[in-house]
């Protein structure tokens, strides 16, 4: 049995991804913020974007695997196994709540 607020729970991530990738958009491309001028300044600076360039790939991965869920749930197979087909554990879903799989495929 599905939980009644599991579409809420995964727009609700989904937004809070979408806005923290927004933020990282804005700062990466300098939109909230000047670059440094000093050269030293400049190299811990992109040091630190290389650092959320990598963060912000993360969230959009987890973006895309919400979105997957959402899809799931509109297709009625949300909580089903994509690859055995077998009901994937509430506690998993509970934990994992975009997860396609279930433990014994997922190992």
Do not use: W
Not at 50 to 79: F, K
Request: proline share 5%; with cysteine.
């Amino acid at each position: 049995m599905l939980a009644p607020d599991t579409r809420a729970l995964l727009q609700a991530r989904i937004d809070t991804l979408t806005a923290r990738h927004q933020k990282v958009e804005d700062h990466l491309h300098n939109r909230d913020r000047t670059p440094p001028a000093d050269s030293g300044e400049r190299a811990v600076f992109q040091e630190n974007d290389e650092v959320l360039e990598a963060l912000d790939e993360n969230a959009r991965s987890s973006l895309a695997q919400l979105r997957a869920a959402i899809d799931r749930l509109d297709a009625g197979t949300y909580g089903a196994c994509v690859s055995c087909g077998e009901a994937i554990a509430k506690g998993r879903l509970a934990a994992l709540p975009a997860t396609p799989v279930c433990t014994g495929c997922a190992s």
